[in-house]
T-cell receptor, first 119, second 112 residues
Framework: GAVVSQHPSWVICKSGTSVKIECRSLDFQATTMFWYRQFPKQSLMLMATSNEGSKATYEQGVEKDKFLINHASLTLSTLTVTSAHPEDSSFYIC???????????????FGPGTRLTVL | QKEVEQDPGPLSVPEGAIVSLNCTYSNSAFQYFMWYRQYSRKGPELLMYTYSSGNKEDGRFTAQVDKSSKYISLFIRDSQPSDSATYLCAMSAQGSARQLTFGSGTQLTVLP
């Protein structure tokens, strides 16, 4: 099946620093990737939709200047949390859309997540 | 009111039991319904995918959708300790590859 990887799997940083998280589709090309965040014992909340070669679309309430998304290639999207603060500590999960098989198999596959802790 | 409501549990059952997990929703535009399994500190894994109303079976898993009641269910037969995880329902108006709205997840523990 389709595999999506994320790097790093966990990161600890000091308040005020920036952190970059990578999301890669390993065996398919993904024109669309999604970024979610998940707080403990809560569901996934969509942050933004990333389309290759164009600007990301952010959900209401998500600061685009704080959460920078770049989707420069069909296999890589990055999320940069700028000037991170303790309230940004969360589990960040990406997913990638595999539309290569047409409508029947058009679905999204999730990465393993990145746990961010801001001290 | 949330668009998708899901009982968070936790739910504990003995091995071999039939498990019933449910979600209700309010957005009548939802046409695509998914169930994901998420192990601790891992990303969600797609279990079942259903379009519109009806039943779908895959091994020990059965998904049911009742659009008239805005109610979906996932049944797990002959539950195993390896089924212990958080189960998330997800819905979309445009397909499983588009924006998904998730339930809060139900934490399931199957006791050996």
């Amino acid at each position: 099946g389709a595999v999506v990887s994320q790097h790093p799997s966990w990161v600890i940083c000091k308040s005020g620093t920036s952190v970059k998280i990578e999301c890669r589709s390993l065996d398919f090309q993904a024109t669309t990737m999604f970024w979610y965040r998940q707080f403990p014992k809560q569901s996934l909340m969509l942050m933004a939709t990333s389309n290759e070669g164009s600007k990301a679309t952010y959900e209401q309430g998500v600061e685009k200047d704080k959460f920078l998304i770049n989707h420069a290639s069909l296999t890589l999207s990055t999320l940069t949390v700028t000037s991170a603060h303790p309230e940004d500590s969360s589990f960040y999960i990406c997913s990638a859309r595999d539309s290569s098989g047409g409508l029947i198999t058009d679905t999204q596959y999730f990465g393993p997540g990145t746990r961010l802790t801001v001290l | 009111q949330k668009e998708v409501e899901q009982d968070p549990g936790p739910l504990s059952v003995p091995e071999g039991a039939i498990v019933s997990l449910n979600c209700t929703y309010s957005n009548s535009a939802f046409q695509y319904f998914m169930w994901y399994r998420q192990y601790s500190r891992k990303g969600p894994e797609l279990l079942m995918y259903t379009y519109s109303s009806g039943n779908k079976e895959d091994g020990r898993f059965t998904a049911q959708v009742d659009k008239s009641s805005k109610y979906i269910s996932l049944f797990i037969r002959d539950s195993q300790p390896s089924d212990s995880a958080t189960y998330l329902c997800a819905m979309s108006a445009q397909g499983s590859a588009r924006q998904l709205t998730f339930g809060s997840g139900t934490q399931l523990t199957v006791l050996p």
